[in-house]
């Protein structure tokens, strides 16, 4: 895209503008995919599912977005941040307010299966938008000693909106119905991208000069075909399944299992989303002023692996006694909150360091390729979780949950002996360019 001719007319203030806007997008796109699931127990009765399609349905979505993620990201780099994040938000809204008239279950009337699934699977196609087009923004607009704090600032919104959908859409959705669910939702995306068409520009020249150099000097063949990019993407993608074990089905367990009420399920769903955001802003300042993402990204990780093994040790342990000990139901909320939390505090510095191997000008491509990973588990994930609900219960669910992290650590982040010949790699291909 073109860079605006007023451009560099814009205050080097103008930067934290565009980060809002793209928090915004985000968010309003969070509080769908992230905040309908919080809804999973009144729309298994709303709709009349059973416990696989309902993991099913929710999975959707996440189908939706990890097809449309990759062609979204090559848009962003070829077309811009503006015009992707403006299509995509746009036509958003719109099918969310389509889902509203035809696909929500009314007084006497429950629609057809195939209108919910192809109505989360659209919102899922175009809502896939916002995620590379706000990430580009941010590389671009942003120096490298700031990034960290950046794209973890923008991904605090996944959670902001996980959490504002965990309080407000399951009272929604009990007191006013589906219809006036869906409609917030496509107001959401409209007043967001309102947001994106005022201060979402093309960076000055100089910064997207500087952006384009560094993009030459670390990827030579590109995000698609560097096999250090496809590694990071998918130990993404892989330590994203407990998260989503927690965003999509936390609410059945605690209800099922737990015995827990509408107001502690909500409670502990927004308190591991702010909790999550907390973490995000965090994590993203303290790696920029340490410069140390892999070792936080391998704590991270491992502290994740130890929390959903003792989740699934102390389910085994409760066993049917679970209603019968207030000790255990509290002890059974606490952990799930806290492990909701550390498995989605880490996504900020992950996507920063991906961003950055990849270079400012691809980061859309990268990042695209990012989420396709992160939402084709997203589509995974609810749909075999009661199937391993099927075979063993909630142990053998976190515990799956576990091993998913445990798989992932070497591939986010690689032995120091991997990663200091991928660096010596990219710092000849430099030197032989410049030479």
């Known amino acids: ?36 699931p919080m809804t999973a127990v009144l729309m298994r009765t709303g709709y009349q599912l059973d416990n ?15 097809v449309s993620e990759l062609p979204w990201g090559l848009l962003t780099d070829r077309w811009g941040d503006r015009p992707v994040l403006l299509t995509g938000l746009g036509s958003t809204a719109v099918a969310l307010v389509a889902m509203a008239l035809w696909a929500a279950p009314g007084a006497g009337h429950i629609p057809g299966l195939g209108w919910l699934g192809a109505g989360l699977l659209l919102v899922g196609l175009l809502g896939g938008s916002v995620n590379g087009a706000s990430g580009r ?28 959908g965990a309080l407000v859409l399951p009272y929604v959705a009990l007191h006013f119905g589906f219809a006036a669910l869906y409609g917030l939702l496509a107001l959401l995306c ?26 030459r000097a670390v990827s030579k063949s590109g995000p698609l075909r560097d096999a250090r ?17 927690v965003l999509s089905f936390g609410t059945v367990f605690l209800h099922d299992f737990g015995h827990a009420g509408l107001a502690t399920i909500t409670a502990t769903m927004v308190f591991t989303q702010v909790g999550a955001m907390v973490m995000r802003v965090w994590s993203g300042r303290w790696t920029d002023r340490r410069r140390n993402r892999p070792a936080y990204l391998r704590a991270c990780g491992a502290l994740n692996v130890l ?13 049917t006694h679970v209603a019968d000990s207030l000790a255990l139901r509290i002890a059974l909320v606490v952990l799930l909150g806290v492990s909701g939390v550390c498995v989605s505090a880490w996504h900020g510095v ?7 191997l990849a270079g400012a000008s691809r980061a859309g491509t990268a990042l695209g390729m990012a989420n396709t990973s992160v939402f084709l588990v997203c589509f995974i994930t609810p749909f075999s979780i009661p199937h391993l609900l099927a075979l063993q219960g909630w142990p053998l669910v976190w515990l799956a949950a576990s091993a998913c992290a445990l798989v ?19 710092a000849k291909t430099a030197l032989s360019r410049s030479t």
């Open 1 to 36: 895209m073109t860079p605006s001719p007023h451009s560099s007319s814009f205050s080097p203030r103008h930067r934290w503008k565009v980060l809002a806007a793209g928090v915004a997008a985000n968010a309003a796109f969070s509080v769908a995919f992230s905040g309908i």
């Open 52 to 66: 696989a399609t309902l993991g099913l349905v929710l999975g959707l979505m996440g189908l939706g977005i990890a």
């Open 137 to 164: 923004a941010v590389m671009t607009w942003f120096d490298a000693g700031e990034r960290g704090l950046a794209m973890s600032i923008r991904q605090t919104a996944v959670p902001m909106g996980g959490g504002i």
């Open 190 to 215: 409209a007043l967001s991208a309102a947001m994106s068409w005022a201060w979402v520009h093309e960076p000055p020249v100089a910064p997207r000069t500087k952006a384009t150099a560094e993009a």
């Open 229 to 245: 990019v496809w590694r990071i993407v998918l130990g993404i993608g892989i330590l994203c399944a407990p998260q989503f074990a």
């Open 307 to 319: 929390l959903f093994a003792a989740l699934a040790v102390l389910v085994m342990a409760a066993g």
């Open 350 to 356: 992950a996507y920063t360091e991906l961003a950055t």
């Open 408 to 426: 992932a650590m070497p591939l986010l982040v690689p032995r120091p002996d991997t990663a200091a010949t991928a660096d010596q790699k990219v």
